[in-house]
């Protein structure tokens, strides 16, 4: 509704150029926007002001002009010109009945539109690393990113969604040899386990494997596994040179082979884990990127040499650095150590590399706020390396802080004291978690309360939504069980009957929801689609209690049924946008 008003404003505008009053080019978009107050119809746009200087002449003067040149519509009821030059756009009641028919047409599709074109985006989104399970931390990532996805592909994106698999580097290393010093225990010795190793329970279980299918082969004494080991924190050492040296004697002691197979026992064991567990969540991907690939493959070595070739690295203190400080960053930053090892960043860069490379017209990078630091380092690589870090949007998501009996949860991974998305989803369920996840903008912080999550109540959004969803199919069993019959006439037959203030409310709100969608995926923010949602359904629940539907009168139990359905329809179409579930009974 609101492209076919502003459709009437460009014809408007067009006609004034042809005419003389506007310069035929430097025109601007034409900006129409609803109303706050309905006092002053249902659209308003500033054309009018922002286009006077072009046109020479004042405001109010040019949007009588705009106003006469409008092309006569049944859309609109009037127009008025107020306060310096506003056109403001009331619409006839019938454009906003003829709403309903539509969305019964249309049915699921109701909302969809190609305004993306068919451009390419690529989604990337959770890539925690496999070291553990995914805590309800990363579940607000996981939601988040997966209704982007969807809202991006409901305007006429092709979207890619992709996990990064962090299958790579120190922190893998660390579970590595976390899982064989539990072997080693398993095996009978008796040795201490490093403060920064993981300690979880699923650490034993990938061990207990391990050991069941290898015995006693990768066993060796505590005192030669310990032996010249730098102190550990508790004994009044460094916790990370510590765990440094037990994964070098770890290398050394089972050579490169028998390493790597617990290393990869390890990493299938918690990778498999999380699939599971996303797939369960209702998060699917389209690839599962292997950083590791981008060694094997020399994405990494070729994006060093761009940068090397570009004159944008420098030797300082044996290691190599990329003048990142050239581009917008803080401070330079380090893509080879002085041990000959790159950094995370390096990877990073050659990532986002193969990511345009693959022919992302657009990047969505989703990660956890902890990561800010990383947004300006990865588009001043992308801006050295000649690319537009335009293309790449990154969304910072805030860990949500979950609440049990009013006490928060602790959430440590290498402690493996956490509370785990699996638990979460088992606790609360699939739906009312997805929700709560994306009420808030993904930069805000987000308390979860796990009462009201569970609570059968208004009080309780998704409940409150659902079940606006469960009582429209309940009035349809009513009318089944009463003999009457609701199957809906053709087109706008009846639909002039619908002139309660309910009913206005709810054909006004049922006419927005393609704007919202457009809108929410646009500006990359789910939160708008959650928050439409409890709109429609106060709406719905308002209208619910002042009014019966299966009333005798044919013609308005025809008319409001059409309704009812009408908003079904686009309650349901808003739910499984977000991954939730529009049930018929509660």
Request: charged letters at 25%.
């Amino acid at each position: 509704m609101k492209q076919q008003v502003k459709d009437l404003f460009a014809s408007a505008l067009e006609r004034l150029v042809a005419d003389g009053l506007l310069p035929g080019d430097g025109l601007l978009d034409v900006q129409v926007e609803r109303t706050r107050d309905q006092r002053h119809g249902d659209f308003s746009s500033n054309a009018a002001m922002v286009l006077a200087k072009q046109a020479r002449t004042k405001p109010r003067d040019l949007a009588a002009r705009l106003v006469e040149s409008l092309p006569p519509s049944p859309l609109i009821e009037r127009v008025e010109i107020a306060g310096p030059g506003f056109v403001n756009i009331f619409l006839a009641p019938a454009a906003y009945r003829a709403r309903v028919p539509k969305i019964l047409v249309t049915g699921p599709a109701y909302g969809r539109s190609d305004v993306g074109a068919g451009k390419r985006v690529q989604v990337e989104f959770v890539s925690a690393n496999p070291t553990g399970p995914l805590h309800v931390g990363h579940g607000r990532g996981a939601a988040y990113g997966a209704v982007v996805a969807d809202l991006l592909a409901a305007v006429g994106f092709r979207v890619h969604r992709e996990y990064y698999v962090n299958d790579a580097g120190r922190q893998m290393d660390i579970l590595a040899t976390s899982v064989w010093l539990r072997y080693l225990e398993l095996c009978g010795e008796d040795l201490p386990f490093p403060s920064n190793g993981y300690r979880g329970d699923y650490v034993w279980d990938i061990a207990a494997s391990l050991h069941q299918e290898h015995g006693d082969d990768y066993r060796y004494a505590g005192d030669q596994v310990c032996a010249g080991l730098p102190p550990d924190e508790p004994a009044g050492g460094d916790k990370e040179i510590h765990i440094d040296a037990v994964i070098a004697r770890a290398r050394r002691l089972l050579g490169d082979d028998r390493y790597r197979l617990v290393f990869d026992r390890g990493l299938k064991h918690i990778l498999d884990d999380i699939r599971d567990d996303l797939s369960r969540f209702g998060v699917d991907y389209d690839e599962w990127f292997s950083e590791r690939s981008l060694t094997e493959r020399g994405a990494i070595e070729r994006a060093i040499e761009r940068l090397r070739a570009a004159g944008h690295l420098y030797e300082r203190d044996g290691a190599l650095w990329f003048r990142s400080s050239a581009f917008g960053d803080q401070k330079d930053r380090v893509v080879v150590r002085d041990n000959g090892q790159t950094t995370y960043f390096t990877s990073d860069i050659a990532y986002h590399l193969d990511k345009l490379e693959r022919g992302f017209e657009r990047v969505v990078d989703i990660w956890g706020a902890d990561h800010h630091g990383y947004v300006p380092r990865v588009k001043a690589a992308l801006a050295a390396l000649g690319d537009d870090p335009d293309r790449l949007d990154v969304l910072l998501v805030q860990f949500a802080i979950l609440y049990r009996g009013g006490e928060r949860a602790q959430m440590s991974t290498r402690s493996g004291e956490f509370v785990t998305l699996r638990q979460l989803r088992k606790e609360v369920g699939r739906d009312a978690a997805r929700f709560f996840y994306i009420m808030r903008r993904c930069e805000q912080h987000l308390d979860f309360d796990l009462d009201l999550a569970k609570s059968q109540s208004a009080d309780n959004p998704v409940y409150y939504v659902q079940y606006a969803h469960a009582r429209i199919c309940s009035v349809l069993r009513q009318a089944a069980e009463r003999g009457m019959a609701v199957d809906p006439s053709p087109g706008e037959v009846n639909l002039e009957q619908l002139t309660a203030a309910h009913e206005q409310a709810l054909l006004k709100v049922l006419s927005r929801y393609p704007e919202v969608v457009e809108a929410a995926a646009l500006a990359l923010e789910p939160h708008q689609l959650a928050h439409y949602l409890r709109e429609l359904a106060n709406d719905f629940h308002t209208y619910y209690n002042a009014h019966q539907f299966l009333v005798e009168d044919e013609g308005l139990r025809d008319a409001r049924i059409k309704l009812i359905l009408a908003v079904r329809q686009v309650l349901r179409n808003g739910l499984d946008l977000i991954g939730v579930s529009a049930p018929e009974s509660m």
